[in-house]
């Protein structure tokens, strides 16, 4: 949405500076994109133009999906503007960009662990600046490390992992990975040959370290997070989606990490579960409690770890603890 079609929509200059403080976020100079539904009875012209589906209305969830999906909307919005401008003969065409890192990440549908950037990222040769809302990149993308999705100029996913793992934590890198290889989108052998070709050498080991930690058994980012806690608290020994045989429950147990030798289960309270914020319906909560008990009844200790005990030292020093009195036992 341009200056143009908010004025068109009744919205005078004063108007749309209030609603930077409201609902709209500035894109670039004279774009904007509609961050929610207010209750303003001045704003409900956007509104109008939302039921016209000339932009997509976001429902606030109070949580990290917001984050993203304003994030998404800001790389659809450049990518709408720049079609435009390429379209309109009347102006000078722009620089030719493409869409890198966790913006293209989104587009090749990766998931974001947690939100680390509020802004589009594009790479265009031999430009270096930061904007509000952009960063551009100056580095060279050679064309066989580009590819087009919905007619966009993006990086392939290997080059989008290689960027995000040079640029970003491993808790990032690592669930992009752990999902690209899961849903057999790439494979570490592929990300590797693409990882030789890149000119840029700077945070090689870093990585390199992202593609051997990566795991296509985990199945959610929070696992994603866990694992690279558990390799910087130096934890070893604990190995994804372990399967056991309940013949007295009539199903097969599936748990998150497992440490057979200290008979330890660590599980992950999952992400979605925190990110719908209504807990878990009453019975599967109650199929939860008999599968954890069950482990009990057999000897096994069951650590859970919430999404926020993730991002604190407690529970990995309660599993590292565990362990060791498992190996004193033993010795």
């Not at 370290?209 to 296509?216: T, Y």
């Amino acid at each position: 949405m341009d200056t143009q079609e908010l004025t068109r929509l009744g919205f005078n200059h004063s108007d749309i500076k209030r609603a930077r403080r409201c609902c709209l976020r500035r894109l670039s100079r004279g774009v904007y994109v509609v961050r929610h539904v207010c209750d303003q009875d001045s704003h409900r012209p956007l509104w109008a133009s939302l039921v016209e589906k000339f932009h997509k209305a976001f429902v606030d969830n109070g949580d990290i999906r917001d984050e993203t999906n304003a994030l998404n909307a800001l790389v659809m919005a450049r990518y709408a503007q720049q079609s435009d401008l390429r379209a309109d003969a009347s102006k000078p065409n722009p620089p030719p960009e493409v869409f890198s890192h966790i913006s293209a990440a989104l587009m090749h549908t990766l998931p974001v662990a947690y939100p680390v950037t509020h802004q589009v990222e594009v790479v265009r040769p031999g430009t270096n600046r930061r904007f509000k809302s952009i960063h551009v990149r100056g580095n060279h993308i050679p064309s066989n490390h580009r590819t087009e999705i919905a007619g966009a100029a993006v990086t392939t996913i290997e080059r989008t992992l290689i960027d995000v793992a040079r640029s970003y934590n491993l808790d990032i890198s690592v669930a992009m990975l752990d999902d690209a290889l899961r849903r057999g989108l790439t494979t570490k052998d592929d990300i590797l040959a693409v990882l030789d070709q890149c000119l840029e050498k700077r945070n090689i080991s870093k990585v390199q370290l992202a593609i051997s930690l990566a795991d296509s058994r985990r199945e959610s980012p929070a696992e994603a997070v866990a694992a690279v806690r558990f390799f910087q608290y130096g934890i070893t020994g604990l190995d994804p989606q372990v399967a056991f045989h309940a013949e007295d429950l009539r199903r097969n147990i599936r748990v998150d990490f497992c440490h057979r030798e200290a008979r330890l289960i660590v599980e992950i309270d999952g992400i979605g579960k925190l990110y719908l914020g209504s807990g878990v319906p009453r019975q599967e909560l109650e199929e939860e409690r008999r599968r954890e008990q069950w482990l009990r009844d057999r000897g096994w200790q069951v650590v859970r770890i919430s999404w926020k005990e993730l991002f604190q030292e407690a529970k990995f020093e309660e599993i590292r603890r565990a362990i060791r009195r498992s190996q004193a036992a033993s010795a």
